[in-house]
């Protein structure tokens, strides 16, 4: 067993639950068994499409016990974060090119209370690691173009998840801080094994998951086949 695979996570993302029944659906997963929730904020600036924003993340917010992992698509990112911090955010990732001052909004995420984190788009270089390392507690890695759920996932995310894996290790073994490496967008029962192998310790996973409903409304099913197909990568 590698050192990061002792806790990986699975966080569905609500952008393929029932928004009408939103309330249920974080319940519902949460009590399946997921870590995490996930929750797509998209602007129809930085990316092509519309989604929630911070009275959503209050709304759901009593509903679950379970962190609440707010991806930012929007720009500007400043703005926007304190607002989701009151909100109940636990997490922020945000998208570099989003911001004009990176180092700035990771360190103002930290100072509203969240755990701080930077997106990468599929070509995005991770160059934009090189100084941030220190204010950094996760890495998402897009395997698909932000905007829209149920996406193919793009075969050479692999190769840079493992390029990840290698510098958050160097950095670790090195005396620093514990950083996670999260991927979103086409992860399914039949690939988060080879994800998995290549060093995510964080899955979201939105389609796979909401269109896979329990006959009783429930969400152990694929949960569990989900967490068994990664636990084999
Ligand atoms: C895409 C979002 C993803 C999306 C993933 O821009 O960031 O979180 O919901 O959906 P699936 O798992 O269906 O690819
Ligand atoms: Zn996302």
């Not at 939103?22 to 997963?29: K, M, Q």
């Not at 509903?63 to 997490?91: E, Q, S, T, Y």
């Not at 950083?179 to 080879?194: H, P, R, S, Y």
Request: glycine share 10%; charged share 25%; proline share 5%.
């Amino acid at each position: 067993m590698n050192a990061h695979s002792s806790a990986r996570r699975i966080a569905p993302s609500i952008l393929s639950a029932d928004f009408a029944r939103l309330g249920e659906e974080v319940r519902a997963v949460a009590e399946a068994g997921a870590d995490l929730i996930h929750f797509d904020v998209m602007d129809n600036h930085y990316v092509p499409n519309l989604t929630i924003g911070p009275l959503v993340c209050e709304a759901i917010r009593p509903h679950v016990k379970i962190p609440v992992d707010v991806h930012l698509m929007v720009k500007p990112v400043d703005r926007i974060v304190p607002d989701f911090a009151r909100a109940g955010a636990n997490i922020i990732t945000f998208h570099p090119e989003a911001s004009e001052h990176v180092d700035r909004t990771l360190a103002m995420i930290r100072d509203h209370g969240c755990k701080a984190g930077l997106v990468f788009n599929p070509a995005t270089p991770l160059a934009w690691l090189d100084h941030v390392m220190d204010k950094l507690d996760i890495v998402l890695l897009m395997s698909v173009n932000p905007g829209f759920g149920g996406q193919k996932f793009i075969g050479s995310t692999l190769s840079k998840l493992r390029e990840v894996r290698r510098r958050i290790d160097a950095w670790r073994a090195r005396g620093g801080q514990e950083i996670w490496l999260e991927v979103d967008g086409g992860v399914k029962v039949d690939n988060i094994g080879a994800i998995a192998e290549a060093g995510a310790d964080t899955f979201v996973a939105g389609s796979a998951v909401f269109g896979a409903r329990d006959p009783d409304g429930g969400y152990r099913g694929v949960m569990g086949r989900l967490r068994q197909a990664k636990a084999a990568g």
